[in-house]
């Protein structure tokens, strides 16, 4: 075997191990976001259309686990509670403990302790002389209790939130342990990312920081790029050191 050769036969090598390495990091990737996910997430059906246009009845939705103490107004979160049905319920946190939440000052916004709140995730229509509609067709005002959250769906004409429980013992709140996950994304159809609501961020406390669902999805991406890729290198490379063999050959 000549010089060249034994140069393109390991090339020819080399090309088979990238591709190899690159194929076996891609399974670990795409095998490991799916696993990080599986651990970190659940799936939930939305049946109402209580939190429209964010998420409408029938949307799948992908719900990081976490406790109640991770909760941040302007979460959308799952929670149960057996004065409301005791079955998994999804709806938007606007106040927490502490809180006094009203509605509606004058320009027809929520207020948090005197605060008004843009809410963009609102279809809130058309009120009088063409200015928006009001955040909830109906006024009301609650003092939340410690450890508790006040709740609201999204489509406020017709959602059973906190407000329809505002006669119960704690004004309409539940407490934290009835939290089971945060809403992070509408995973069918694929709307994506529920983001966090900036006129929340002004508030004592926050928002919440971002889940781990785009890093996630992002390993998951790569990994096929990579599976795809060294799949697809490996004959390449095989197929030009054999060309560039034979043209050496016959020189």
């Known amino acids: 075997m000549s010089g060249t050769d034994r140069a393109v036969g390991g090339r020819g090598r080399a090309g088979t191990v990238v591709s190899g390495l690159a194929v076996a990091v891609g399974c670990v990737l795409f095998l490991g976001g799916f696993a990080w996910a599986a651990l970190v997430y659940q799936p939930y059906t939305v049946p109402t259309e209580s939190m429209a246009p964010t998420v409408n009845a029938g949307d799948r939705v992908l719900a990081e686990r976490i406790d109640g103490s991770d909760v941040r107004r302007g979460d959308v979160v799952v929670f149960t509670d057996p004065l409301w049905g005791d079955t998994p319920m999804v709806k938007r946190v ?26 963009p995730y609102l279809s809130r229509g058309t009120g009088a002389a063409g200015a928006p509609g009001p955040a909830s067709p109906q006024k009301f005002s609650a003092k ?27 004004q309409g709140s539940v407490p934290l342990s009835a939290v089971r996950a945060r809403v992070d994304a509408v995973a069918w ?11 929340f961020a002004a508030l004592p406390g926050g928002v ?27 004959p390449v490379a095989a197929r030009a050191a054999r060309r560039e063999r034979t043209v050496g050959g016959a020189r």
């Open 208 to 234: 919440s920081a971002e889940g781990p669902l785009p890093l996630q999805a992002g390993a998951a991406l790569l990994g096929v790029v990579l599976i795809l890729g060294g799949a697809a290198y490996g």
């Open 189 to 199: 159809p694929m709307n994506g990312m529920i983001g966090r609501p900036a006129a």
């Open 94 to 119: 606007v106040g927490v403990g502490g809180d006094t939440v009203a509605c509606c000052e004058q320009g027809g916004r929520l207020t948090v302790d005197g605060t008004p709140v843009d809410e």
């Open 144 to 170: 939340v209790p410690e450890g508790a959250l006040f709740l609201l769906g999204d489509e406020r004409v017709s959602s059973l939130d906190s407000r329809v429980h505002l006669q119960d013992a704690g």
